[in-house]
């Protein structure tokens, strides 16, 4: 061991002067390969890895630097968890160029340090970084670290790494987001000053994330522009998947010279929203009313819906009829900045997100005291923390309903009663309910695209609290359970596969008295079988049929019928 090591550190020093001196070549790129979980569970990161070999990239054509690190083990032999290490892909291998010891890929300073080292001794024409893990948009950030208590790199830790990396003179071609959640005009806003592109997802991404091969275009145009290779990356991306894909699917190229327009504009019409429609309740609820149907990524079940990232083209689109002039200058922005964008959502995407806070009150201080530091627009900034705290004054009475669905409840101790269902009218008729091993399970709307509608059910898989992912297409009418997802702040890229055997315990939402929403109760554990699959059954003879409503600001209460 020590042999190696002494060995290794021999071959950089004698090398990293040839190095500085390198020929220039038409692009660096460069990879902050965060393994994390997706790595240590799952190999994801080492398929990526053989993605890149399998390109076929020349080396002449650009240099290619991969940091490995944050992840508790490596699914293959040639990487160690034990240290960070830089390697340089070259000609369909992958060779060690430095080790930087065991630190955190949470930290800002170890980003800094990967950016100088490869900016120094590669030189190139143009530049590229890809930031690859899991991500959280405006507020969770990116990434996390499982050696140093899953850390996470802020926004305003990236910028930190980018100004002190030199990036602000060396300005990066593109930055791109293999991650979810992280094609925010905040993060847009932030890398205007390091880089001429963003490339990132609005929504969740699939497990598998980016195709890789997508570097063998490199061989035939080696100095094409960031605008053209992330139209490449996005056309790779959804061809890998498929647009008749159960995944979501959701990439976009953005033009960061033209990104503070789109921060600007959002800032004057919730300016113009702050002024006219906070004075008295009836207005209030017209704000909420249409915050509560506006395209939201990253939604969970009610236990855990706190990313509250939304699209800001689709948010605009529903506040139009209000503020028609302040929604068509978002627009413009908005068509100005995205110069590419795919999807397979069901409702049309603009490209770019925004925090606007909303199921996740219950921590809405914290998420703005984080949102407030990142200086962004002040009104928009002003009109968040103002609609959260209209939310929260919310009046007893009638308040507009905007959710309606079909729950089944039983009768529990102390005037309390459990939701065991919960069905939406698209989903299937005649009343029947949804189980997995004979326990029933509640299926909460959480996504859409053009093929398919996903649903999440709480749980707890291993002691570990997650939400159960199901989705029904015309392919699976009765629907297919596509894994489960953990439960944390940082959003989690893919789905985690249900094995035989995993002990599982479904999760109801109990109900007090005069039915309003109150805590959750774990049901009976019981193991996971070898085929995991819904069956449908009619509605037990002790169970109570209600309405389960969702009002404008979000509460929830139930009507027995």
Known sequence: MYKKIFILLFLFIV???ILANAQTKPYTIMIYMNGSDLESDFGLATDDLAEIIDSGLRAENANVLILTGGTKSWQNDAIPASECIIWQFADGWINEKKSMGL???????????FLRFSIQNYPADKYGLIMWDHGGGAVAGFGHDEKFGDDSLSLLEMKQAFEEAG???QKLEFLGFDACLMATVEMAVIAADY???MIASEDLEPGDGWDYTFLSVLNENPGMCGFCLGQVIVDSFMDFFGLDSDEILTLSVVDLASVRPVMQTMGALMARATAEKFADRANFYKLAKRRSVTKTFGEGTPRDNYADMV?????????????????AAVLDALENCVVYNRHNSDVELWGLSSYYVYGGMSIGD????????????????????????????RNEGN???????????LPAEGEKFHMIGLLQTEVLDDYLWPKINGYPVVLFPINSTKNSRIYATPAQINGRDVDIIIAFSARHPQGRILGSREVERVYQKGYDPILAGDTITLCYQVFC????????????????????????????????LALRLTDCCGYVTLREI
């Open 15 to 17: 090398t990293a002067p």
């Open 103 to 113: 630190v955190n890929m949470g930290s800002p300073e170890t980003l800094r340090d």
């Open 399 to 409: 308040l507009p309903v905007v959710h309606t669905e079909l729950a089944m409840i």
């Open 366 to 393: 914290e998420s703005l005291a984080t949102y407030s530091t990142l200086s962004m627009d002040r009104d928009y900034t002003q009109y968040l923390h103002k609609f959260l705290q209209n939310l929260r004054q």
């Open 311 to 327: 699209d800001i083209g689709d948010m605009v689109v529903w506040l139009s009829d209000l503020f028609p002039v302040e929604a």
């Open 167 to 169: 990036l602000r003179t």
């Open 513 to 544: 008295h005069n039915m309003q929403a109150q805590s959750w109760i774990s049901g009976e554990a019981f193991a996971a079988p070898v085929q995991m699959s819904l069956t449908w059954e009619t509605t037990p003879n002790n169970a109570i």
């Open 195 to 197: 880089a001429h592109v």
